[in-house]
């Protein structure tokens, strides 16, 4: 590296003109200049025109209201939430929603597409025509339709509270949703946390012990009985030395519904099974390109080393893939999550639904709730590309490593 | 997601302005040659289309009685269902001239929205629809349970005030549209499915087996129902303020559909004044003398409107109670027109 001869650095002046003026010349330059300037002025015309329409009408304006109670209920709230709150923690208790039910749909789509994208290629008859018939499905219906169909199809025709599904006496299900049993904490719940992420760690370090020296030293080392022993072991010694971590609430109907345990609304139910297996369907088929992008070759190579078709496809077909079916797959994850805001059409309380829906009509300022809805879901949208990207850098390093 | 849009273009409407259709309604009225008129997405007995597309109901008698006072023709009215979120927004952006949606009149609606209400068509309140197979007799009994209810309403903030000053716990689950809210009650999703009481009777209607239906007792709040128009046109909102007068008085003074030709010939001053026969008091309106036959001829006077579309003469059958005229036992009460 430092043998190497750097190159004098270019003139600032001949730099910016590279930056700004490209081809153009300086014409060009103040072409581009004089743009911009008509955008910033038509944004500031847009602006002050809306600001005195307002005035004139004399419609509420600012982020006053931010503060104000918002004195409406909402049905699944993640964080501490009660009517005497302000619009500002329904705009967070929405957020959160929209979080929740958008990774909750991201990690199923995925897991869903990878499965039936690999599937479409599998070499069994059946298989491949299932998930070829359940893209083809499931990608030409439209997504709120799929949505409604869950909730009031399926999940709607589920019996009601007093007549509920029960398994074990412990878990119901209802047209009410889902309710499970709910751990209560206990003391020595922190001790039992520690043993657990205490273990994981000396698995993985384990595993990291056992690899290095199969390809240093090429000694193959069985660690599963020592995993297993450290997984088991050391969260059982904890719980035998301090107590139990916790006890288990178990739900009981009253009146009209369910009390104690942990509930999960059915509309989050319907929305998280329509948003995951409606994208799926697009995964699977971005999955199916990356895969069938990768030379066959490739595929014949790992086999005559005497891998089983299983582990060509996991070791050596599918991390080339990735490189073609990363970009692609961000879309859907951004898709999905925008996608979420069909919410309102169920009932669920997504930041669409509760701020820039009750939230706006209540306050009526539609300007100020529009903006920021755009913005949360712009900056939602950027996080998860620059993940992604980030993801997609690392997946290429090791590739050409 | 058609509300979407309709907010986009609401947005981008009052972002590029329309300060122009702000002062001036009546002009612009008169030079499209119809009335825009924001109402529900389908209510019977309030704006609701028949089989053939015409749009009938209360507050739809409204929208025709004020294109029969301005434009002299009660069809040419443009009818605008919108969904309870989207409709003060419609009416602030310029889309609709007038707002004859079934809408609460309450103070924080008056003075933020920048729109004012003109004055009150029905005078309801807010109950609950329950199945019969549920057994429940009084709202006081409905502790934990599951309502169903649209969003963008009052309904939403009475129903948390009634719940927790009664300490009782419930799930409020809040959907965009009027037919969401009902499918979801429908579907067992709600034990309740709560709104202002005219409309609970309008919904049980649209049910499978509307009997096995019943609207609990208890009225939780107050809902004065009424057109609205937005600030910044006084003329304007006169215009529709006194419709709504012309309807009420034309009822109290006897004056109908049938008989406004006649009584128009009669000698007696308030029936003069209020025809047009002596006077010019439609002109300071900015209207035409005649402008109150022209109401009644198209709409009839406010009673045979309540009876044509929510009393006894409609499906809903609701007896007048608090609407009806205050000189036979309700509230329903309209300055003179002198």
New interface residues.
Partial sequence: MASEARKAPLQFGIKLRRILCGRAGWTGLVLQIVFAALIVWLGYEIFANAKANLQNQRVASGFGFLSQTAGFGVSQSLIPYSESDTYARVFLVGLVNTLVVAAVGIVFATLIGFAVGVGRLSRNWLVARISGGYVELIRNLPLLFQILFWYLAVLGALPGPRQSISLFGEIFISNRGLVIPRPIPHDSLTAFLVAIVVAVVAALALRAYARRKLFREGQLMTIWPYVLALLIGLPLFVVLAFGTPFSIEVPQLKGFNFAGGLRVVPEFVALALALSTYTAAFIAENVRAGIQSVPHGQMEAGESLGLSHGATLRLIVVPQAMRVILPPLTNQYLNLTKNSSLAVAIGYPDLFSVFAGTTLSQTGQAIEIIAITMGVYLLISILTSVAMGLYGRRVNRSLSR | ?K??YV??G??IA??????TA?AQTLKTVKERGSLSCGVSQGLPGFSTPDDKGNWTGLDVDVCRAIAAAVLNDPAKVKFVPLS??????AL?SGEIDVLSRNTTWTL??D????VNFTGVTYYDGQGFLIRKS?KVNSALE?????I?VQ??TTN??N???YF?GNHMK???????TAD??V??YE???C?VFTSDISQLYSIRLKLSAPGDHAVLPEVISKEPLGPLV???DDQWFDIVKWTLFAMINAEELGVTQKNVDEMAKSSKPDLKRMLGTEGNLGEQLGLTKDWVVRIVKAVGNYGESFDRNVGAGSNLGISRGLNQLWNKGGIQYAPPIR
């Fill in positions: 997601m509300h979407v907010v986009a609401v947005v009052l972002a590029l302005g329309v300060q702000v309870a979120k989207d409709r003060f927004t602030q924080s609606r003075t933020s929205l920048g549920l409905l502790n934990g349970a599951s169903c969003t963008g939403e903030q129903v948390s005030d927790n419930y799930e409020l689950i809040a959907f965009g969401e809210t499918k979801a579907s067992g999703r034990d937005r600030h910044g």
